[in-house]
């Protein structure tokens, strides 16, 4: 059974910091674009960031560039995503996604596989 199975979310204030898991578990995704998205209540899916399979290339939405950085350890098949600087408009629950076919996407539908989700709560 294919699982995707983020960790490391939680409570911080303004201006902290946390860094967030995603492990990949019933197949390698070593050769695969990844991504995180994140939704809060009462909105949609939204993207945050990509991770080309070799890890040599990398995207992010505009309201996290300079903030936040993905990265993926192919041998341990997980990907991260450090997330600085937090502000309160980053709370939402962030979910990794895999996607089987293609570089990654910025379109959530066009993901394959999807964690469970963390969630990550920011402070004022």
């Known amino acids: 059974q294919v699982q995707l199975a983020e960790s490391g979310g939680g409570l911080v204030q303004a201006g902290g910091s946390l860094k967030l898991s995603c492990a990949a578990s019933?197949?390698?995704?070593?050769?695969?674009?990844m991504g995180w998205f994140r939704q809060a209540p009462g909105k949609e899916r939204e993207f945050v960031a990509a991770?080309?399979?070799?890890?040599?290339?990398?995207d992010y939405a505009d309201s996290v560039k300079g903030r936040f950085t993905i990265s993926r350890d192919n041998a341990k098949n997980t990907v991260y995503l450090q997330m600085n600087s937090l502000k309160p408009e980053d709370t939402a629950g962030y979910y990794c996604?895999?996607?089987?076919?293609?570089?990654?996407?910025?379109?959530?539908?066009?993901?394959?596989?999807w964690g469970q989700g963390t969630q990550v709560t920011v402070s004022s």
């Open positions: 019933g197949r390698t995704f070593s050769g695969n674009a």
């Open positions: 996604a895999a996607r089987l076919i293609g570089n990654y996407a910025y379109d959530a539908r066009s993901y394959d596989y």
């Open positions: 991770i080309n399979w070799t890890g040599g290339r990398t």
